[in-house]
Protein backbone atom coordinates (compact mmCIF):
# COMPACT_ATOMS: atom_id res chain seq x y z
CA UNK A 1 0.00 0.00 0.00
CA UNK A 2 2.52 2.55 1.23
CA UNK A 3 5.11 1.28 -2.01
CA UNK A 4 8.42 1.34 0.09
CA UNK A 5 10.63 -2.10 -0.58
CA UNK A 6 12.51 -1.84 2.86
CA UNK A 7 9.17 -1.65 4.73
CA UNK A 8 7.30 -4.51 2.54
CA UNK A 9 10.82 -6.89 3.50
CA UNK A 10 10.05 -6.00 7.52
CA UNK A 11 6.64 -7.16 6.43
CA UNK A 12 7.13 -10.65 4.84
CA UNK A 13 9.56 -11.22 7.65
CA UNK A 14 6.84 -10.94 10.51
CA UNK A 15 4.94 -13.78 9.01
CA UNK A 16 7.11 -16.52 9.45
CA UNK A 17 9.44 -15.28 12.81
CA UNK A 18 7.30 -13.03 15.08
CA UNK A 19 6.57 -15.37 17.88
CA UNK A 20 3.58 -14.08 18.76
CA UNK A 21 1.99 -14.90 15.37
CA UNK A 22 3.85 -18.68 16.02
CA UNK A 23 2.18 -18.89 19.20
CA UNK A 24 -1.30 -18.09 17.70
CA UNK A 25 -0.46 -20.78 14.78
CA UNK A 26 0.08 -23.28 17.27
CA UNK A 27 -3.29 -22.34 18.68
CA UNK A 28 -5.01 -22.61 15.49
CA UNK A 29 -3.27 -26.66 14.82
CA UNK A 30 -4.51 -27.54 18.65
CA UNK A 31 -7.99 -26.30 17.86
CA UNK A 32 -8.17 -27.86 14.60
CA UNK A 33 -7.11 -31.06 16.04
CA UNK A 34 -9.92 -30.88 18.51
CA UNK A 35 -12.17 -30.79 15.74
CA UNK A 36 -10.92 -33.98 14.33
CA UNK A 37 -11.36 -35.55 17.65
CA UNK A 38 -14.58 -34.84 17.81
CA UNK A 39 -15.66 -36.02 14.64
CA UNK A 40 -14.05 -39.10 15.92
CA UNK A 41 -16.88 -39.66 17.60
CA UNK A 42 -19.27 -40.37 14.67
CA UNK A 43 -17.46 -44.12 14.10
CA UNK A 44 -17.33 -46.86 15.97
CA UNK A 45 -14.64 -47.98 18.49
CA UNK A 46 -12.59 -50.90 17.97
CA UNK A 47 -10.51 -52.94 20.74
CA UNK A 48 -8.58 -55.63 20.72
CA UNK A 49 -6.45 -57.69 23.58
CA UNK A 50 -4.77 -61.24 21.98
CA UNK A 51 -3.72 -63.40 25.22
CA UNK A 52 -2.33 -66.59 25.48
CA UNK A 53 -2.14 -68.39 29.00
CA UNK A 54 -0.21 -71.69 29.91
CA UNK A 55 -1.45 -73.83 32.84
CA UNK A 56 -0.13 -77.01 33.88
CA UNK A 57 -2.58 -79.69 35.49
CA UNK A 58 -2.18 -83.32 36.36
CA UNK A 59 -3.97 -86.39 34.74
CA UNK A 60 -5.96 -88.48 37.16
CA UNK A 61 -4.47 -91.54 37.81
CA UNK A 62 -6.27 -95.04 37.73
CA UNK A 63 -4.44 -96.71 40.30
CA UNK A 64 -5.05 -96.01 43.48
CA UNK A 65 -1.72 -94.61 45.39
CA UNK A 66 -0.22 -93.41 41.97
CA UNK A 67 0.27 -90.15 41.82
CA UNK A 68 -1.33 -88.29 37.97
CA UNK A 69 0.31 -87.43 34.71
CA UNK A 70 1.45 -83.41 34.62
CA UNK A 71 0.72 -82.17 31.26
CA UNK A 72 0.65 -78.35 30.30
CA UNK A 73 -2.44 -77.00 27.91
CA UNK A 74 -2.34 -73.85 26.08
CA UNK A 75 -5.55 -70.93 25.37
CA UNK A 76 -5.66 -68.62 22.80
CA UNK A 77 -7.66 -65.74 22.14
CA UNK A 78 -7.86 -63.44 19.58
CA UNK A 79 -10.88 -61.20 20.88
CA UNK A 80 -12.43 -57.73 18.92
CA UNK A 81 -14.74 -55.56 20.80
CA UNK A 82 -16.83 -52.84 18.95
CA UNK A 83 -18.61 -50.05 20.48
CA UNK A 84 -21.13 -47.66 18.84
CA UNK A 85 -22.97 -44.81 20.36
CA UNK A 86 -25.63 -43.09 17.66
CA UNK A 87 -25.73 -39.57 17.87
CA UNK A 88 -29.25 -39.64 18.07
CA UNK A 89 -30.24 -36.45 19.41
CA UNK A 90 -27.22 -34.21 18.01
CA UNK A 91 -24.80 -33.85 21.24
CA UNK A 92 -21.88 -35.36 18.43
CA UNK A 93 -22.86 -33.35 15.85
CA UNK A 94 -23.28 -29.90 17.94
CA UNK A 95 -19.72 -30.36 19.89
CA UNK A 96 -18.18 -31.04 16.38
CA UNK A 97 -20.01 -27.75 15.57
CA UNK A 98 -18.87 -26.15 18.27
CA UNK A 99 -14.89 -27.08 17.96
CA UNK A 100 -14.85 -26.47 14.09
CA UNK A 101 -16.66 -22.72 15.10
CA UNK A 102 -13.13 -22.25 17.97
CA UNK A 103 -11.31 -23.55 15.38
CA UNK A 104 -12.26 -20.36 12.59
CA UNK A 105 -12.15 -18.04 15.70
CA UNK A 106 -8.35 -19.21 16.22
CA UNK A 107 -7.64 -18.79 13.12
CA UNK A 108 -9.41 -15.36 13.19
CA UNK A 109 -7.41 -14.94 16.39
CA UNK A 110 -3.88 -15.96 13.91
CA UNK A 111 -5.09 -13.20 11.72
CA UNK A 112 -5.75 -10.72 13.61
CA UNK A 113 -2.38 -11.32 15.32
CA UNK A 114 -0.15 -11.04 12.08
CA UNK A 115 -2.25 -7.99 11.61
CA UNK A 116 -1.67 -6.23 14.81
CA UNK A 117 2.78 -7.00 14.58
CA UNK A 118 2.37 -6.34 11.10
CA UNK A 119 0.66 -2.59 11.84
CA UNK A 120 3.35 -2.01 14.83
CA UNK A 121 6.12 -2.78 12.48
CA UNK A 122 4.71 -0.21 10.28
CA UNK A 123 3.85 2.48 13.00
CA UNK A 124 7.61 2.00 14.11
CA UNK A 125 9.24 2.20 10.62
CA UNK A 126 7.65 5.39 10.19
CA UNK A 127 8.63 6.79 13.54
CA UNK A 128 12.33 5.80 12.90
CA UNK A 129 12.21 7.44 9.47
CA UNK A 130 11.09 10.55 10.49
CA UNK A 131 13.58 10.60 13.14
CA UNK A 132 16.06 9.82 10.30
CA UNK A 133 14.55 13.21 8.60
CA UNK A 134 14.98 15.13 11.89
CA UNK A 135 18.84 13.87 12.28
CA UNK A 136 19.34 15.42 8.71
CA UNK A 137 17.51 19.02 9.83
CA UNK A 138 19.14 18.68 13.10
CA UNK A 139 22.36 18.17 11.46
CA UNK A 140 21.88 20.88 8.55
CA UNK A 141 21.64 23.43 10.78
CA UNK A 142 24.00 22.56 13.22
CA UNK A 143 26.16 23.23 10.17
CA UNK A 144 24.57 26.67 9.46
CA UNK A 145 24.48 27.43 13.02
CA UNK A 146 28.84 26.77 12.77
CA UNK A 147 28.79 29.01 9.97
CA UNK A 148 27.09 31.76 11.95
CA UNK A 149 29.10 31.00 15.09
CA UNK A 150 32.31 32.14 12.82
CA UNK A 151 30.77 35.28 11.84
CA UNK A 152 30.35 36.05 14.99
CA UNK A 153 33.68 35.71 16.14
CA UNK A 154 34.90 37.36 13.35
CA UNK A 155 32.78 40.52 14.12
CA UNK A 156 33.74 39.98 17.75
CA UNK A 157 37.09 40.36 16.26
CA UNK A 158 36.11 43.04 14.64
CA UNK A 159 34.69 44.94 17.81
CA UNK A 160 31.39 44.91 15.85
CA UNK A 161 29.46 42.85 18.24
CA UNK A 162 29.95 41.72 22.45
CA UNK A 163 31.04 38.91 24.01
CA UNK A 164 27.45 38.07 24.80
CA UNK A 165 26.90 37.51 20.97
CA UNK A 166 29.43 34.68 20.69
CA UNK A 167 27.97 32.78 23.79
CA UNK A 168 24.21 32.99 22.33
CA UNK A 169 25.83 31.40 19.29
CA UNK A 170 27.38 28.73 20.96
CA UNK A 171 25.10 28.03 23.30
CA UNK A 172 22.69 27.71 20.28
CA UNK A 173 25.38 25.62 18.57
CA UNK A 174 25.60 23.09 21.47
CA UNK A 175 21.96 22.56 22.33
CA UNK A 176 21.11 21.47 18.62
CA UNK A 177 24.15 19.28 18.74
CA UNK A 178 22.76 17.30 22.00
CA UNK A 179 19.56 17.23 20.46
CA UNK A 180 20.79 15.88 16.89
CA UNK A 181 22.63 13.69 19.36
CA UNK A 182 19.89 12.30 21.57
CA UNK A 183 17.83 11.04 18.67
CA UNK A 184 20.08 8.35 18.08
CA UNK A 185 18.64 7.02 21.35
CA UNK A 186 15.10 6.87 20.38
CA UNK A 187 16.12 5.52 16.82
CA UNK A 188 17.95 2.73 18.59
CA UNK A 189 14.53 1.60 20.85
CA UNK A 190 12.48 1.71 17.55
CA UNK A 191 15.43 -0.07 15.84
CA UNK A 192 15.33 -2.99 19.02
CA UNK A 193 11.99 -2.95 18.93
CA UNK A 194 11.21 -3.61 14.99
CA UNK A 195 13.79 -6.24 15.62
CA UNK A 196 11.92 -7.96 18.39
CA UNK A 197 9.00 -7.91 16.31
CA UNK A 198 10.79 -9.63 13.34
CA UNK A 199 12.20 -12.26 16.07
CA UNK A 200 15.77 -11.46 15.64
CA UNK A 201 17.91 -10.66 18.27
CA UNK A 202 18.21 -6.88 18.49
CA UNK A 203 22.34 -6.69 18.65
CA UNK A 204 21.92 -8.43 15.08
CA UNK A 205 19.26 -5.83 13.82
CA UNK A 206 19.93 -2.70 11.67
CA UNK A 207 18.18 -0.42 9.39
CA UNK A 208 20.33 1.49 7.49
CA UNK A 209 19.20 5.31 7.84
CA UNK A 210 17.31 7.46 5.45
CA UNK A 211 14.45 10.00 5.48
CA UNK A 212 10.70 9.30 5.25
CA UNK A 213 10.48 9.75 0.87
CA UNK A 214 6.58 8.84 0.93
CA UNK A 215 2.98 9.64 2.24
CA UNK A 216 0.27 8.45 3.74
CA UNK A 217 -1.75 5.83 1.79
CA UNK A 218 -4.28 7.71 -0.64
CA UNK A 219 -7.62 6.71 1.45
CA UNK A 220 -11.04 6.06 -0.32
CA UNK A 221 -13.89 8.88 -0.57
CA UNK A 222 -16.31 6.04 1.68
CA UNK A 223 -15.69 3.16 3.34
CA UNK A 224 -18.66 1.04 2.76
CA UNK A 225 -19.90 -1.11 6.27
CA UNK A 226 -19.06 -4.50 4.62
CA UNK A 227 -15.83 -3.85 4.60
CA UNK A 228 -15.40 -4.33 8.76
CA UNK A 229 -15.84 -8.00 8.03
CA UNK A 230 -12.75 -8.42 6.90
CA UNK A 231 -11.49 -7.74 10.24
CA UNK A 232 -10.50 -10.82 11.83
CA UNK A 233 -11.35 -9.68 15.68
CA UNK A 234 -15.14 -9.17 14.06
CA UNK A 235 -14.76 -12.81 12.13
CA UNK A 236 -13.34 -14.17 15.09
CA UNK A 237 -15.56 -12.46 17.49
CA UNK A 238 -18.87 -13.94 15.27
CA UNK A 239 -17.28 -17.45 15.18
CA UNK A 240 -17.53 -17.90 19.15
CA UNK A 241 -21.46 -16.74 18.85
CA UNK A 242 -21.79 -19.78 17.19
CA UNK A 243 -19.73 -21.99 18.97
CA UNK A 244 -21.82 -20.92 21.92
CA UNK A 245 -24.65 -21.61 20.21
CA UNK A 246 -23.84 -25.10 19.72
CA UNK A 247 -22.67 -25.93 23.24
CA UNK A 248 -26.62 -25.06 23.56
CA UNK A 249 -27.48 -28.24 21.79
CA UNK A 250 -24.86 -30.12 23.54
CA UNK A 251 -26.42 -29.50 27.00
CA UNK A 252 -30.12 -29.83 25.64
CA UNK A 253 -28.67 -33.54 24.16
CA UNK A 254 -28.40 -34.11 27.76
CA UNK A 255 -31.75 -34.85 28.27
CA UNK A 256 -32.62 -37.74 26.07
CA UNK A 257 -31.13 -41.67 27.17
CA UNK A 258 -27.87 -42.50 25.82
CA UNK A 259 -28.33 -45.67 23.75
CA UNK A 260 -25.18 -47.51 23.15
CA UNK A 261 -24.54 -50.89 20.43
CA UNK A 262 -21.57 -53.24 21.42
CA UNK A 263 -20.63 -56.45 20.35
CA UNK A 264 -17.47 -58.66 20.16
CA UNK A 265 -16.27 -61.61 17.89
CA UNK A 266 -12.55 -63.77 17.69
CA UNK A 267 -11.15 -66.69 17.69
CA UNK A 268 -10.36 -68.97 20.86
CA UNK A 269 -7.82 -72.74 20.44
CA UNK A 270 -6.97 -74.67 23.15
CA UNK A 271 -3.71 -76.74 22.80
CA UNK A 272 -1.11 -75.66 20.65
CA UNK A 273 -1.48 -72.83 17.32
CA UNK A 274 -2.19 -75.05 14.63
CA UNK A 275 -5.12 -76.39 16.43
CA UNK A 276 -8.56 -75.80 15.23
CA UNK A 277 -9.81 -72.31 16.64
CA UNK A 278 -13.31 -71.68 17.92
CA UNK A 279 -15.26 -68.56 16.51
CA UNK A 280 -16.80 -67.01 19.38
CA UNK A 281 -19.32 -63.80 18.97
CA UNK A 282 -21.84 -61.57 21.03
CA UNK A 283 -24.09 -58.62 20.65
CA UNK A 284 -25.98 -56.45 22.55
CA UNK A 285 -27.46 -52.91 23.00
CA UNK A 286 -27.91 -50.31 26.10
CA UNK A 287 -29.86 -47.66 27.02
CA UNK A 288 -29.09 -45.04 29.74
CA UNK A 289 -31.16 -42.69 31.08
CA UNK A 290 -30.79 -40.23 34.14
CA UNK A 291 -33.95 -40.23 36.29
CA UNK A 292 -32.48 -36.90 38.81
CA UNK A 293 -29.59 -35.04 38.63
CA UNK A 294 -31.20 -31.98 41.07
CA UNK A 295 -31.49 -30.04 38.40
CA UNK A 296 -27.89 -30.12 37.07
CA UNK A 297 -29.06 -30.18 33.71
CA UNK A 298 -30.77 -27.51 34.06
CA UNK A 299 -27.83 -25.68 35.00
CA UNK A 300 -25.68 -26.84 32.45
CA UNK A 301 -28.22 -25.54 30.16
CA UNK A 302 -28.91 -22.20 31.36
CA UNK A 303 -25.17 -21.28 31.63
CA UNK A 304 -25.16 -22.58 28.10
CA UNK A 305 -27.56 -19.58 27.16
CA UNK A 306 -26.13 -16.98 29.28
CA UNK A 307 -22.49 -17.71 27.92
CA UNK A 308 -24.40 -17.21 24.11
CA UNK A 309 -26.06 -14.31 25.17
CA UNK A 310 -22.63 -12.59 26.93
CA UNK A 311 -20.79 -13.65 23.44
CA UNK A 312 -23.62 -11.39 21.58
CA UNK A 313 -22.82 -8.93 23.34
CA UNK A 314 -19.22 -9.56 23.10
CA UNK A 315 -19.39 -9.42 19.42
CA UNK A 316 -21.64 -6.31 19.29
CA UNK A 317 -19.13 -4.49 21.16
CA UNK A 318 -16.27 -5.49 18.77
CA UNK A 319 -18.34 -4.46 15.88
CA UNK A 320 -19.46 -1.07 17.24
CA UNK A 321 -15.50 -0.81 18.61
CA UNK A 322 -14.56 -1.37 15.09
CA UNK A 323 -16.95 1.64 13.37
CA UNK A 324 -15.35 3.81 16.27
CA UNK A 325 -11.70 2.76 15.12
CA UNK A 326 -12.30 3.69 11.49
CA UNK A 327 -13.92 6.94 12.29
CA UNK A 328 -11.25 7.84 14.35
CA UNK A 329 -8.40 7.84 12.39
CA UNK A 330 -10.50 8.76 9.19
CA UNK A 331 -11.14 11.83 10.91
CA UNK A 332 -7.38 12.16 12.86
CA UNK A 333 -6.21 11.98 8.75
CA UNK A 334 -8.91 14.53 7.61
CA UNK A 335 -8.05 17.12 10.79
CA UNK A 336 -4.04 16.00 10.24
CA UNK A 337 -3.99 17.31 6.67
CA UNK A 338 -5.65 20.64 7.90
CA UNK A 339 -3.38 21.09 10.25
CA UNK A 340 -0.46 20.09 8.41
CA UNK A 341 -1.00 22.76 5.39
CA UNK A 342 -1.24 25.42 8.77
CA UNK A 343 1.92 24.05 10.09
CA UNK A 344 3.40 24.28 6.45
CA UNK A 345 2.23 27.80 6.80
CA UNK A 346 3.53 28.74 10.06
CA UNK A 347 7.50 27.45 8.48
CA UNK A 348 6.68 29.79 5.33
CA UNK A 349 6.82 32.14 8.06
CA UNK A 350 9.14 31.63 10.21
CA UNK A 351 11.82 31.15 6.96
CA UNK A 352 10.95 34.67 6.50
CA UNK A 353 10.80 35.82 9.42
CA UNK A 354 14.65 34.53 10.25
CA UNK A 355 15.65 36.64 6.63
CA UNK A 356 14.56 39.51 8.04
CA UNK A 357 15.75 39.23 11.62
CA UNK A 358 19.71 38.21 10.04
CA UNK A 359 18.98 41.22 7.22
CA UNK A 360 18.43 43.56 10.75
CA UNK A 361 21.51 42.10 12.56
CA UNK A 362 23.91 42.65 9.56
CA UNK A 363 22.07 45.91 9.41
CA UNK A 364 23.14 46.87 13.15
CA UNK A 365 19.54 47.25 14.15
CA UNK A 366 18.98 44.29 16.01
CA UNK A 367 20.85 42.20 18.21
CA UNK A 368 22.18 38.68 17.85
CA UNK A 369 19.58 37.29 20.14
CA UNK A 370 17.16 38.43 17.87
CA UNK A 371 18.42 35.61 14.97
CA UNK A 372 19.11 33.67 17.83
CA UNK A 373 15.21 33.54 18.16
CA UNK A 374 14.09 33.13 14.77
CA UNK A 375 16.35 30.72 14.42
CA UNK A 376 15.27 28.38 17.48
CA UNK A 377 11.50 29.58 16.03
CA UNK A 378 12.24 27.95 12.26
CA UNK A 379 13.35 24.66 13.97
CA UNK A 380 10.64 24.00 16.48
CA UNK A 381 8.17 24.46 13.39
CA UNK A 382 10.17 22.09 11.14
CA UNK A 383 10.40 19.77 14.00
CA UNK A 384 6.66 19.77 14.87
CA UNK A 385 5.95 19.52 10.70
CA UNK A 386 7.41 16.34 11.02
CA UNK A 387 6.26 15.11 14.11
CA UNK A 388 2.54 16.06 12.48
CA UNK A 389 3.99 13.84 9.43
CA UNK A 390 4.84 10.88 11.79
CA UNK A 391 1.45 11.23 13.23
CA UNK A 392 -0.37 11.49 9.69
CA UNK A 393 1.88 7.65 8.71
CA UNK A 394 0.42 6.14 12.24
CA UNK A 395 -2.60 6.76 11.40
CA UNK A 396 -2.45 6.20 8.24
CA UNK A 397 -1.31 2.64 9.30
CA UNK A 398 -3.67 2.29 12.29
CA UNK A 399 -6.31 2.63 8.93
CA UNK A 400 -5.63 0.19 7.30
CA UNK A 401 -5.38 -1.77 11.01
CA UNK A 402 -9.24 -0.78 11.00
CA UNK A 403 -10.07 -1.51 7.75
CA UNK A 404 -8.77 -5.46 8.22
CA UNK A 405 -5.38 -4.91 6.21
CA UNK A 406 -6.27 -3.03 3.79
CA UNK A 407 -9.44 -1.44 1.37
Not at 167 to 190: F, K, S, W
Not at 226 to 255: C, F, H, K, T
Not at 279 to 308: C, H, M, N, P
Request: proline share 3%; no cysteine.
Amino acid sequence: IFHDSVLNGLEDQVAGSNQSVAAALANFLAARAVVKQAQSQYYPTLTTAPSITKSRQFYASTQPGTPGKPYVSSEYSLPIDASWEPDLWGSVRNTVKANSSEAQATLADLGNVRLTVQAEVAADYFQLRVLDAEKVLLDGEVIAYQESLKLTQVELDANIVSGQDVAQAETQLDITRAQATDLGVERAVLEHAIATLLGKPASLFSITANTLAIGPAEIPLSVPSQMLERRPDVAGAERRVAEANSQIGVARAAYFPTLTLGGSAGLEALGNLGSTPTLVWSVGAGLAETLFDGGKRKAVTEQARAIYQGTVANYRETVLGAFQDVEDNLSTLRILSLELQQQDAAVAASQNYLVLADVRYKSGLDGYLDVITAQTTLLSNQRTGMNLRMEQMTASVQLIKALGGGW
